[in-house]
């Protein structure tokens, strides 16, 4: 008997791996053909079973003409009796494509299943602090592609959030003022939303095109509109958390939940596990600001392998002294050891290290 094929619409989320759907989560674990869009994060494609056939069958804003409404390679691998799951950037249904992905797949009698996922719009607002609405300051939302501003009619006291706009963003703000919004109307560009390259620009609809001038166009990225960005300087939380920015590799030996990395992450850190766990990154790796050794088995397993010689001159922060001297066999030229022998200790020790760093 023919095995039936079956689609999932996933979900992936503004790019944060820990902001996907348990559901998203779920399917991407035990995936055997996963179709992902191109800006769907290295970090989230990682979670797929290292067996599974990666198809990336998106594409970026402008980089040419779609002809179908859901990808020929998708109907093919489903039709073939494969569980396929579509992984799109933030929800299917907001200016994914996935209503017209789920009509094709009906007219093809193929079934399929609608997994929701946070949107563009939720993450960059959430993480760039600005609330899309607020009791004083706005009571509605509007969402439209930069294309599409010239039918935004009259806005007055609402947050306005342009998909895809960044290259014809004069064009749109411009718009927005003619419709009749007030020059120094409060706007901010974000870009790789939820991301350890989250990057916001505040300004206004009549100076904010200047201040992204030259910023690479494809870059996922969206604007928000609105009396609600001024609210930024006061509850922006992302940027400020004690590793925003940094990049630290946690030694590890063995699969599984790392209550350290957790940690480490909640506090902004960008946290790579490695050599034995699961999902770890291709290399060549990005340069990495610290690396933490939890114990002397871990110190030994990364440093003895081929990231030790690149890693030796990286500064590192120990926990016991057992780890320590395992570092500084392997010639590791920095080595903090934390001051008591507990998680929490060599955590605190990773902030004061890279502070300093």
């Known amino acids: 008997m023919k095995r039936e094929g079956f ?3 996933v979900g992936a989320g503004p790019g944060d791996p820990r902001l996907l ?7 991407l674990r035990s995936a055997e053909v996963v179709a992902h869009d191109e800006l769907v994060t290295p970090a989230i494609l990682a979670l797929a079973p290292r067996d599974a056939e990666m198809l990336p069958v998106g594409r970026r804003h402008g980089s040419g003409t ?3 409404r859901l990808h020929p390679v998708v109907l093919e691998r489903a039709r073939a009796g494969h569980a396929v799951v579509r992984l799109k950037c933030g929800d299917p249904l907001i200016f994914g494509r996935g209503g017209e992905e789920a009509e094709e797949l009906a007219e093809a009698g193929i079934a399929y299943e609608i997994v929701p996922g946070i949107s563009a719009a939720l993450g960059a607002a959430a993480y760039a602090g600005i ?6 300051h706005s009571s509605a939302v509007t969402f439209a592609t930069g294309h599409d501003a010239d039918g935004i009619d009259r806005p007055r006291g609402e947050t306005i959030v342009l998909y895809m706009s960044v290259r014809t963003l004069t064009h749109s703000l411009d718009r927005l003022i003619a419709r009749g919004l007030k020059p120094s109307t409060p706007a901010a560009y974000v870009a790789s939303a939820t991301t350890p390259d989250q990057r916001v620009i505040v300004g206004t609809l009549v100076d904010l095109p200047g201040k992204v001038a030259g910023v690479d166009p494809s870059v996922p990225a969206l604007i928000i509109v609105g009396a609600v960005v001024a609210l930024r300087e006061r509850i922006a939380w992302f940027e400020r958390r004690p590793l925003a920015g940094r990049r630290l590799l946690v030694a590890r030996t063995r699969p599984g939940r790392s209550a350290i990395a ?3 992450r909640a506090l902004g850190a960008e946290v790579l596990e490695a050599p034995d766990v699961e999902a770890v990154p291709p290399a ?3 340069p990495i600001d610290l690396v933490v050794l939890p114990n002397s088995s871990a110190a030994d397993a990364i440093l003895s392998g081929e990231l030790g010689e690149e890693l030796r001159h990286v500064p590192m922060v120990a926990l016991g002294r057992r780890a320590e001297q395992v570092a500084r066999h392997h010639g590791a030229r920095r080595v903090v050891r934390a001051n008591e022998n507990s998680p929490k200790s060599l955590v605190a020790a990773a902030v004061s290290a890279v502070g300093v760093a």
């Open 66 to 68: 779609v002809t179908h």
């Open 262 to 264: 957790a940690e480490l």
């Open 131 to 136: 609330p899309l609405t607020h009791r004083v």
């Open 284 to 286: 060549p790796w990005p």
């Open 7 to 9: 689609v999932y619409l």
């Open 21 to 27: 759907t348990m559901r998203a989560y779920e399917l």
